[in-house]
Every structure is written in C-alpha cells, then in structure tokens.
C-alpha cells in the first residue's frame, strides 16, 4: 500500500563536514499539516488492549508526545508493519544485555542510515553560529516508561544533582561538558527547554549525544531522588543502605541508576524495549514500553515487535545455535569464518545470511602497552623499530588466506577509503611481509643475543617472549595470533597468547600489567574532520595502546602518568588545535594526528575488509539487507531502527 508521507521537519543545516546535523523547527501549521497526513492510528497496540480496557493504562493517543518522532519510511526504503511476535538473539554473557541500549538506539540526536544527525528523543536542537550555545527541546507530553513527565527537570537533576555532587561523581562531570577548563553553564528556560552553554566552541557536545553509548544527560529524577540524601529522610535512607549491605547513599543511588547496565529492572526509560528480568538468568526479556515516543507513518506507535529476548551462551556454541535455527536476529560473535556453514543451513532454517560492511579500521589489531609498568618492556615498546619490526613480521597474506578465503585486505589500524580523511599509505604503512627487514630493524636494536632456541634475548638476558593477551569473545583472534607466532619465530620472537575476560584484560592494561593485547581496530573508521579523534591520541584509557596516558587525560591528571613521547606529546597538542579550531583546522589536525600513528605504528593492523554475516529471519521484515556494521557511528542495527522491524506472519 502506498502512503503518503509529509516530513516532520523543516530541514536548516548546520555542517560538520560529510557529517550534517539536522536543526529541525515546527510551526503550528506545519505540525497541523503533519498529522493531517500521518493520521492517528486505528487501534490500539494488541499488547496493551487488556490494560488499555482495564484503565490500567490510558489509549495510545495519551501514551504519546504531542509531537511524535515521525519516521520517514520513504527515505529509509520501509513498509508499514504488523504488531506483535518476539525477536531473539544471542549475547555471550549476561553483561551483554546493554547491547538492548546499543541496538533500541533512542538518542536525543542520533545518526540515521546516511550518518546524518537528527533530532529523535529531543524535538529539536538549535546551534548558535560559533557552536558555543546550545538549545534542547523537549517533546511537549513525552513520558518516562512508567508514565511520569519527561521534563527540563530530569536534565536538572543529571547536572546538578549527579554529576555535580561530590559523592555520586569525585571527579565533576563528563569531559564532553568541560571546554578545556570550563564547565558548562546551564539553563533551565521552561519545562520543556535547557541551554548548555561556553564561552568557546564545544565540538564535543552534538557527537557525545548521538554516540552508540549514550552519556544519558538526564535522568528519571521523580525516581531517584528517593535514594538521594538531598531529597530523602536521612533516617529513612540509612536504613535501606544497610539493609542492602551497601557503604553510602551514594552507592546505593548509582545501583539503582546504571541506566546502560540495565541491572535494575524498576527504574524508568526512554528506551524502545524494557528490561524485565533480573540477573542471574539465561534468557533476558525485553517488553515493550507504552510510552515510547516514536511512531510510523500512519501514527502508529513504535515498536512493531512486542519483546525482545537475549539468550546467554557460550561464545563458541552461537554459530551452532544459529545454524540450529535458534535466533530471528544474529551478527554478535559470529565471523565470516561461520559464513559457508550458515549458508549450507538457510533453506532448512527459513534464514538468510547477509554481509554487511563494517565500519572498524582494522578486523583486529595489536595494541603493545606503551605504558606498561615493567620498565624493561617499557624501553622496548616505545622504540618504534621494535613496533616496526614486529608489524614487518606479520605475514598478512597468509592470515586472508587462510582465515578469510581471501576477501580481507593486509591494512593497518586506522580511517577506511570512506572516510574523506583517508590516504592509501595509513593502510599501507610497514604492513609488508618482510623478515629481513624485521631481523635487521631488531638487530639494530641491539637485540642480538639469542638462547638456545634461537630467540632473541632481552637487555635484561629474558627470553624475547611477548604474552598477548585476548578478550576471549572472538575464535578468530586467536587463531590470527597463532599464525603470527608462526612468522614471528622467523624473527628470534616467541609469542603466548592468554585468554580473559574483558573486564579483567582491562583492569590488567589499566594498571601496567599488560605487555601487549588483541582487538578490534579503531571503531571510527569512517571518521570526518568532526569527527572526535579519540582513539587516535592518548585520552581515553580504554585506548589499550596508551591507557595510562589516557587516564591522566580523563582525570584531570589526578590518576595515570603524562604522556612523555615526544609524538604523543605532539598528539595531545594537535587534538588542543582540533578542538579550538575551525572546520579547516580540524581537517588539518586530523590528517597530523593519522600521519604520526600510521608513522609511529602505535597500534599494529592486521587485516580488514572483513564482511560481517548477519542471519535474520526471512519473515523479519524492514531489516536492510546491505549495511554497515558498526559501533560508532552506527551502534550495529541501531541506525537501521529495530523499533521498525516487524513480522510477517
């Protein structure tokens, strides 16, 4: 049936390279018009008829916004669906069930499919032209999952109450809110507008909202403040805090907020699926949340499928379980290794397998721990001979070859042909296989002692055994680090690989314990001179390669140790430019900052072009059959909007 579709919104544009950020404005009669053409839905959600009946919850016109997200259906190629049905996919551990938060992708600005920034939780955002100002507006009679008002107070509440307490967060709020040194102003202007402000551009702010991993600048304020000892009898308080066996008040508030950990099954959302099981458990139930601000076309309210169910296995079984036929929606843990399997399994499984690109700079990388606590490693791993020699070592031709039948590509770590920032020798830099050059770059070293076994010794008379260390989620990690052991021998170089839990392999790195480990490449693999380059310069310690460094950054120098390279050094001060600059300054610092890493090879590529296979169901309708697969941007499936996939049955 073909439907008529009006927009939702006037479209001024605010450029941020390839990147665009929509500021959208409704006016009465353009609203007018809207629904005139949307039309109100026709009946209510199956799911809710009984509650609807009962008065347990009002009609589905009083559950929604006065202005509604419209989705436009005609630009991302969808039809029109039927309520109802279940969706199930598999995770690998129960932490896992953030991925709901990753996947359901409600943002107050968000990407959609074209990598544009659009309005989407927030009615619209007005940008000042110097990009210092910044004006959020809220949906008019948008609600909270339990049906309370989603108001400027929420956003009160985060800045003023959370992030600016000294016992909820020590070290003040977010980075993304700090324009160097200055904090954010903000301003309440009415119930359903609030202002953050500097004096300096923030390029930060529009980015940090719309990531796959929220910051959540609001909270369900009418449901914490009950644990907050500002708002609740200390008596009262106390008296829950020991009863849980808690230290403060202020643990006992950040348990029941975690609003990406989803461990609290009470609190209230924004989100598309509400979680509905507690841990332990093997099966977690996401429900649909009645007050969803998200419709179709025709003003029927968003989701189509009622719940969604992660099941928790072992990482190794899932492509057996998919094969099986037990999921409608799979991409997490499977490889492309699992592709001719999968496929052998359609007809009987009534699925189909599709590759999608994907948007990381490398499938895997090497991250050698420039700042590891044994100062012998140390010395070595910050001498970009041995990086070089270690990276020559690798025979990449080899690991296509034999894991990826030859549909990769030998790449380092970093922008894809995509991005407007790329340069063909960011890929191509000390990625050939060459074992004379390696063995010549390491004798240079002075690393020309060897033991009995022919590998070379360290300045200390250690062996030259270098422990890599694994996440232990991706099969194929493993087996690429098997392949390079091989080669690396070639080299007097002796490697181990030891698997943990990525919380664990974090904590180690974190703490200078780790010497080297395996990973994805850099998630911005698609980056634009807007884009943040933080996994290129040391100020995050999630960045495996650098992470004290990144600590020091992220506190305030209160934790971690400064960078002391002179490349790292020149890093964090081409990221001050990249911040302070204009869109040309911006490109400039970007193309800096990738010249020095693909020159420094602070992280070793392996190889990329890696298709990622993803199984869906054949009667899940609206999910694209070609797109990218990526954490940021893209949150996965988020950008395709889950919410929109419905069953044809």
């Not at 509400?274 to 029927?300: A, Q």
Request: proline fraction near 7%; aromatic fraction near 12%.
């Amino acid at each position: 049936m073909k439907q008529t579709i009006v927009p939702a919104f006037s479209a001024g544009w605010f450029n941020k390279s390839r990147m665009a950020f929509v500021c959208v404005g409704f006016s009465a009669a353009m609203f007018a018009g809207m629904i005139s053409a949307v039309g109100p839905a026709k009946a209510e959600i199956p799911y809710f008829e009984d509650a609807v009946s009962k008065g347990e919850l009002p009609p589905m016109a009083a559950r929604l916004p006065e202005h509604p997200k419209v989705i436009d259906f005609t630009a991302e190629n969808k039809e029109i669906g039927k309520y109802g049905g279940d969706l199930v996919t598999i995770m690998g551990r129960s932490r896992d069930i953030r991925m709901a938060v990753v996947y359901g992708y409600a943002r107050l600005i968000g990407y959609d499919e074209n990598l544009n920034l659009q309005p989407d939780i927030l009615e619209n955002l007005d940008v000042n032209d110097t990009g210092n100002v910044f004006t959020l507006h809220l949906r008019k009679g948008h609600k909270w999952s339990d049906g309370e008002p989603f108001t400027a107070e929420d956003f009160r509440y985060f800045w003023e109450d959370i992030v600016n307490n000294d016992e909820l967060f020590p070290v003040g709020p977010p980075r993304f809110l700090f324009v160097g040194d200055e904090p954010a102003t903000f301003e309440i202007l009415d119930e359903y507008t609030v202002r953050y402000s500097w004096s300096k551009p923030n390029p930060f702010f529009v980015t940090e909202l719309a990531a796959t991993r929220p910051p959540f600048i609001y909270r369900p304020a009418h449901y914490l403040k009950q644990f907050h000892a500002k708002y609740r009898d200390a008596a009262e308080l106390d008296a829950i805090v020991k009863e849980r066996g808690l230290r403060s008040w202020a643990v006992l508030h950040t348990d029941k907020d975690r609003p990406y950990r989803l461990e609290n099954v009470e609190r209230p959302s924004l989100e598309p699926w509400l979680i509905r099981t507690e841990e332990p458990s093997d099966r977690f139930i996401f429900e649909r949340n009645p007050y969803y601000h998200r419709v179709d076309p025709d003003g029927n309210q968003l989701p189509y499928i009622d719940r969604m169910i992660f099941n928790i296995s072992n990482a190794k079984l899932v492509p057996a379980k998919v094969g099986a036929g037990e999921v409608d929606l799979q991409s997490r843990i499977l490889s492309l290794q699992d592709y001719t399997f999968l496929k052998q399994s359609e007809p009987q499984q009534n699925f189909k397998v599709n590759l999608w690109d994907v948007g990381y700079g490398a499938y895997a990388a090497l991250y050698p721990n420039l700042t590891c606590s044994d100062p012998v490693w140390r010395k070595l791993l910050r001498d970009v001979k041995f990086r070089r020699a270690l990276s020559l070592a690798i025979n990449r031709t080899e690991i296509n070859r034999v894991m990826f039948f030859g549909l990769a590509a030998p790449t380092n770590n970093t922008v894809l042909p995509k991005s407007p920032l790329f340069k063909q020798e960011y890929r191509d830099s000390y990625i050939e296989f060459d074992v004379k050059k390696a063995n010549a770059l390491l004798d240079e070293m002075g690393l020309t002692k060897r033991n009995g076994d022919g590998i070379r010794l360290m300045p200390d008379g250690r062996p030259l055994e270098i422990i890599v260390e694994t996440m232990g989620e991706n099969p194929e990690h493993d087996d690429m680090l098997e392949l390079i052991g091989d080669s690396w021998k070639q080299i007097g170089v002796k490697l181990f690989v030891k698997g943990l839990q990525r919380e664990v392999l974090r904590n180690r790195a974190y703490s200078g314990e780790t010497i080297m480990s395996i990973f994805n490449g850099v998630d911005s693999g698609l980056a634009t001179p807007g884009t943040v380059p933080a996994e290129f310069v040391p100020i995050q310690q999630d960045s495996l390669q650098w992470p004290k460094w990144g600590q020091y950054f992220q506190t305030n120098g209160e934790a971690g140790e400064a960078p002391d390279m002179p490349a790292a050094k020149e890093l964090m001060d081409l990221y001050g430019k990249w911040a302070s600059g204009n869109d040309a300054a911006r490109k400039d610092a970007w193309q800096r900052i990738l010249d020095i890493n693909a020159e420094n090879m602070f992280s070793i590529g392996l190889i990329g072009n890696v298709p990622q296979p993803v199984v869906v169901r054949n009667d899940l309708r609206n999910v694209p059959e070609k797109g990218i697969h990526s954490w940021e941007p893209g949150a996965f499936f988020g950008i395709y909007r889950p919410d929109t996939f419905w069953w044809d049955r």
